[in-house]
Each structure stands twice: as structure tokens, then as C-alpha cells.
């Protein structure tokens, strides 16, 4: 066994032996991540991205102008829109490599999954093109609201890892 590999084998009994200090909530650690925990967390990041728009919409309405402020509340509702599309395909592909390892239960077909996968897609791409014809408002407050789905996730990412190493 080389160095490289002791270093590998170390930092992953390194992680794996990591203490949870969020009550709970998170998982103890690499191989202590579950299904469930993956679902939580795309729920807290849906939250944040809804207490997002609680507070934006109204906040740039008042500052920039109803435009504006139509077309951050059609990113985020994209961006939320995506991250549950994300955890329903997500949790289809974990439910299909539970199903191969438990050959007592079948597997759900994936294809419906998929289907409604790429539809939202190509409605989001509709609604995009519809909003910036129509809402003439800030291009910037879309792509904020585009990208709260990914600053969510970043924040829970980061939440994640604060639990596993502190």
C-alpha cells in the first residue's frame, strides 16, 4: 500500500467518524448521507429559495418597479421549479438503484420521470422568452431569481459541511 492510498484510506475513516453537532438533523458523515438526508436538504433549499421571493418581490417592486420585480418572481419560480424537478428525478434514479439491489420490488419506470423532466424544461425556456418580451423590467432580477436555486444549494452545501467537520 502506497502513501496516496494510506492517505485515502485515513481521510475517509476521517470522515466517516465525523461527530454530527446540528442535533440530528444532518448526517454524521460521508457514508452516513442517506436518501432522506438528500431530501431535506432539497426542501431547505426550496425554503430558502421561498423566503427569497417573500422578501424580493415585494423589496423590487417597491425599489425598481413591478417589471422588474415579475421577472425575479419568474427566475425564482424556474429555480424552484427546477430544484424539485431535481429531487423527484433524483429520487426516481435512488428508488431504481435500491429496486436493482432488492430484486423483491420492481422498479418504477423512469421514462415518465424524464418526460416531465424535459417538459419543464422547454416551459421554462417558453416562460423565459415570454417574460423578457412582455415584462420589459431588469434582465439582472431574472437571472437573480435564476440563480437562487443554485445559492441555496451553495448554502445548504455549505451547512452540510460545517455539520460534518465541526
Avoid: Q
Avoid at 31 to 59: C, E, H, Q, T
Avoid at 156 to 164: D, T, V
Amino acid at each position: 500500500m502506497n502513501s496516496v492510498e494510506r492517505w485515502d484510506i485515513s481521510m475517509a475513516d476521517e470522515l466517516d467518524g465525523c461527530e454530527n453537532s446540528a442535533g440530528g438533523d444532518s448526517p454524521s458523515g460521508w457514508s452516513g448521507y442517506s436518501d432522506d438526508d438528500f431530501k431535506r436538504s432539497i426542501w431547505r433549499a426550496l425554503r430558502l429559495v421561498g423566503i427569497a421571493i417573500a422578501l424580493g418581490v415585494p423589496l423590487l417592486g417597491w425599489k425598481l418597479g413591478w417589471a422588474t420585480a415579475g421577472l425575479f418572481a419568474v427566475g425564482a419560480a424556474i429555480s424552484g421549479s427546477g430544484l424539485l424537478e431535481w429531487l423527484r428525478l433524483l429520487t426516481a434514479v435512488m428508488a431504481r438503484m435500491d429496486a436493482r439491489g432488492n430484486r423483491s420490488a420492481p422498479a418504477r419506470p423512469l421514462a415518465p420521470v424524464l418526460i416531465g423532466f424535459f417538459l419543464r424544461l422547454g416551459i421554462a425556456g417558453v416562460l423565459i422568452y415570454v417574460s423578457l418580451k412582455s415584462l420589459h423590467g431588469s434582465v439582472y432580477a431574472l437571472i437573480a431569481g435564476l440563480a437562487l436555486g443554485v445559492a441555496a444549494l451553495s448554502i445548504e452545501g455549505i451547512r452540510l459541511l460545517k455539520s460534518w467537520t465541526m
